[in-house]
């Protein structure tokens, strides 16, 4: 059986035949309602779109384009790795090796098990059982294996599952207050392929037994078709898609929880206004490319005072001073709306630089004037305005 398949290095006239020009294509093997499947994501320089495809339209879809529309063509079965591979002439070579899994060169190889003097962490969702959606989106195989170039993805899911869990008993405590029977509520603001709305749903209903209600939103409208598609053949019950701006979306009802991932520049911002302004228990935030601070620093032809002229004289010195500036004052205007504010490392910095992530919680109901003057002394002193403060005191 193939397990999966990707296609890379298209010809020249690849978009004439494909209809996009795709410069890399994956596919690999999954389970869905309409029973075994195969989930494909093409690639151009910007986007990604996606499809189904049964073992019979994937065997055609081989034979027309490997080393035909792409070059390269890596085939894995359960037991071999193909490679078609074309030269300049349009002449395919076909090199086959029997799979070593485990190896490091297989790219479907499961993590290692780990040595036995060695501590082992233990993850909300554990290796050795298989989640279906972990499955599904090629992370897991299906007797539970993590697979080893999935591994940080893996780790992710349940580090962010970990600060679900902390802030769970503040929001239940909520719903039991104000409507015992009623769902939690949330929303996942520019959710992308969804790999951490599907966790967080998957860990609350099914783990957690909860009653949950939880809407995935983002503007591309290829994506949201995907991640509708998934949830349809994972059988998600109160796990929907839409498509929409956060600044101007409108939910049914207030969330409980608000969690924004690398939501770009302000609109981490808006995620977090809504949020305020919807009266959430909590907020998950990882803001990303914080870029409004930076382009106002100097703006009005004002400097900022000699203290900070080393934090503002190399370029990336400043850019990454005005991000901790923004997620600074982003933290103060929470608090001083009566939030309980913690900044935490989201994972290890060397698996990306978007590590810090906001985790607020409402604890009270007047607001801090402590912080809101804390903020407005630093903006004042940077000469910036930061679109939140807009927001929040507009």
Same mark, same amino acid.
């Given at each position: 059986?193939?397990?999966?398949?990707?296609?890379?290095?298209?010809?020249?006239?690849?978009?004439?035949?494909?209809?996009?020009?795709?410069?890399?294509?994956?596919?690999?093997?999954?389970?869905?309602?309409?029973?075994? =499947?195969?989930?494909?994501?093409?690639?151009?320089?910007?986007?990604?779109?996606?499809?189904?495809?049964?073992?019979?339209?994937?065997?055609?879809?081989?034979?027309?384009?490997?080393?035909?529309?792409? *070059? !390269?063509?890596?085939?894995?079965?359960?037991?071999?790795?193909? $490679?078609?591979?074309?030269?300049? %002439?349009? *002449?395919? $070579?076909?090199?086959?090796?029997? =799979?070593?899994?485990?190896?490091?060169?297989?790219?479907?190889?499961?993590?290692?098990?780990?040595?036995?003097?060695?501590?082992?962490? %233990?993850?909300?969702?554990?290796?050795?059982?298989?989640?279906?959606?972990?499955?599904?989106?090629?992370?897991?195989?299906?007797?539970? *294996?993590?697979?080893?170039?999935?591994?940080?993805?893996?780790?992710?899911?349940?580090?962010?599952?970990?600060?679900?869990?902390?802030?769970?008993?503040?929001?239940?405590?909520?719903?039991? $207050?104000?409507?015992?029977?009623?769902?939690?509520?949330?929303?996942?603001?520019?959710?992308?392929?969804?790999?951490?709305?599907?966790?967080?749903?998957?860990?609350?209903?099914?783990? %957690?037994?909860?009653?949950?209600?939880?809407?995935?939103?983002?503007?591309?409208?290829?994506?949201?078709?995907?991640?509708?598609?998934?949830?349809?053949?994972?059988?998600?019950?109160?796990?929907?898609?839409?498509?929409? !701006?956060?600044?101007?979306?409108?939910?049914?009802?207030?969330?409980?929880?608000?969690?924004?991932?690398?939501?770009?520049?302000?609109?981490?911002?808006?995620?977090?206004?809504?949020?305020?302004?919807?009266?959430?228990?909590?907020?998950?935030?990882?803001?990303?490319?914080?870029?409004?601070?930076?382009?106002?620093?100097?703006?009005?032809?004002?400097?900022?005072?000699?203290?900070?002229?080393?934090?503002?004289?190399?370029?990336?010195?400043?850019?990454?001073?005005?991000?901790?500036?923004?997620?600074?004052?982003?933290?103060?205007?929470?608090?001083?709306?009566?939030?309980?504010?913690?900044?935490?490392?989201?994972?290890?910095?060397?698996?990306?630089? *978007?590590?810090?992530?906001? =985790?607020?919680?409402?604890?009270?109901?007047?607001?801090?004037?402590?912080?809101?003057?804390?903020?407005?002394?630093?903006?004042?002193?940077?000469?910036?305005?930061?679109?939140?403060?807009?927001?929040?005191?507009?």
């Amino acid at each position: 059986m193939i397990q999966s398949v990707t296609f890379s290095k298209p010809v020249k006239d690849s978009e004439a035949v494909l209809g996009r020009p795709y410069i890399r294509v994956k596919i690999h093997a999954g389970t869905s309602s309409a029973g075994e =499947r195969y989930f494909a994501e093409f690639f151009t320089e910007k986007q990604a779109f996606h499809e189904q495809m049964t073992a019979a339209e994937l065997d055609t879809f081989i034979a027309q384009h490997a080393g035909i529309t792409f *070059k !390269n063509c890596i085939e894995l079965t359960d037991t071999e790795e193909i $490679t078609l591979l074309a030269n300049k %002439k349009g *002449k395919i $070579t076909e090199l086959r090796r029997p =799979r070593k899994i485990g190896s490091t060169s297989d790219s479907s190889a499961v993590a290692a098990e780990p040595d036995q003097n060695n501590r082992v962490k %233990k993850y909300l969702l554990p290796e050795g059982i298989p989640v279906p959606f972990l499955v599904l989106l090629g992370i897991m195989t299906t007797d539970g *294996k993590v697979i080893a170039s999935k591994y940080d993805k893996y780790r992710q899911i349940n580090r962010f599952l970990e600060f679900i869990d902390d802030i769970l008993p503040d929001i239940e405590q909520k719903v039991k $207050t104000e409507e015992p029977d009623r769902p939690i509520r949330i929303a996942d603001f520019g959710c992308g392929k969804s790999y951490l709305t599907f966790a967080v749903h998957y860990y609350l209903t099914e783990i %957690k037994k909860l009653n949950v209600e939880l809407v995935g939103l983002d503007l591309k409208e290829d994506v949201i078709a995907y991640c509708s598609e998934l949830a349809s053949c994972l059988h998600c019950t109160g796990l929907s898609f839409a498509v929409g !701006n956060i600044a101007g979306y409108q939910y049914e009802h207030d969330p409980d929880l608000v969690i924004s991932l690398h939501a770009c520049d302000t609109a981490t911002d808006y995620a977090l206004d809504y949020a305020v302004k919807h009266h959430c228990t909590a907020v998950l935030s990882v803001p990303c490319c914080q870029h409004e601070l930076n382009m106002q620093l100097g703006e009005d032809k004002t400097e900022p005072p000699e203290e900070f002229a080393p934090f503002l004289k190399y370029g990336l010195i400043r850019e990454r001073f005005a991000s901790l500036a923004t997620d600074a004052l982003r933290a103060e205007y929470l608090e001083e709306a009566g939030y309980a504010v913690q900044m935490v490392e989201f994972i290890d910095m060397e698996h990306t630089p *978007k590590n810090v992530l906001i =985790r607020a919680v409402k604890k009270q109901q007047e607001k801090s004037s402590t912080a809101g003057a804390e903020a407005d002394a630093l903006t004042a002193a940077l000469h910036v305005s930061p679109t939140l403060r807009g927001l929040l005191r507009g």
